[in-house]
C-alpha cells in the first residue's frame, strides 16, 4: 500500500512559477512508475507528465519546455516544476504511482494561475 499527499499548489500570477511535490508512504518507492495529472472544472482528468524507475521523461505537448518533472527516490517524493504558468494551466493537480497492477493516486492540490 501506498499513500500519496500533493502540496505546493496556489494561487500565481500568469508567467509565475509553482513547484508542486507529492510525498509517499511505503517502501519500496523506487519501483513504481510516477505520473502528474490535472483536472480542470468540468473536465476530465489529463496526463501531464512521467517519470519512469529509470529517470526517463515524458510530457503532454502543451508543457513541454515549461514543466519538469523529478523524483528523489531517497525522499520518495516526486515533483513537478511548473513555470511560465499560463491561465489555462488552472487545475487540480494528482499524482499517482504505478507498478503493474498497482496504481495509487493523491487527493490532488489546487492550482489556480490568474491576474
Known amino acids: 500500500q501506498v499513500q500519496l499527499v500533493e502540496s505546493g499548489g496556489g494561487l500565481v500570477q500568469p508567467g509565475g512559477s509553482l513547484r508542486l511535490s507529492c510525498a509517499a508512504s511505503?517502501?519500496?518507492?523506487?519501483?513504481?512508475?510516477l505520473n502528474w495529472y490535472r483536472q480542470a472544472p468540468g473536465l476530465q482528468r489529463d496526463w501531464v507528465a512521467s517519470?519512469?524507475?529509470?529517470?526517463?521523461?515524458a510530457y503532454v505537448d502543451s508543457v513541454k519546455g515549461r514543466f519538469t518533472i523529478s523524483r528523489d527516490n531517497a525522499k520518495n517524493t516526486v515533483y513537478l516544476q511548473m513555470n511560465s504558468l499560463k491561465p489555462e494551466d488552472t487545475a487540480v493537480y494528482y499524482c499517482?504511482?504505478?507498478?503493474?497492477?498497482?496504481?495509487?493516486w493523491g487527493q490532488g492540490t489546487q492550482v489556480t494561475v490568474s491576474s
Open positions: 499517482n504511482a504505478q507498478n503493474g497492477g498497482y496504481l495509487y
Open positions: 511505503g517502501r519500496r518507492f523506487g519501483i513504481y512508475g
Open positions: 517519470i519512469t524507475v529509470g529517470y526517463d521523461t
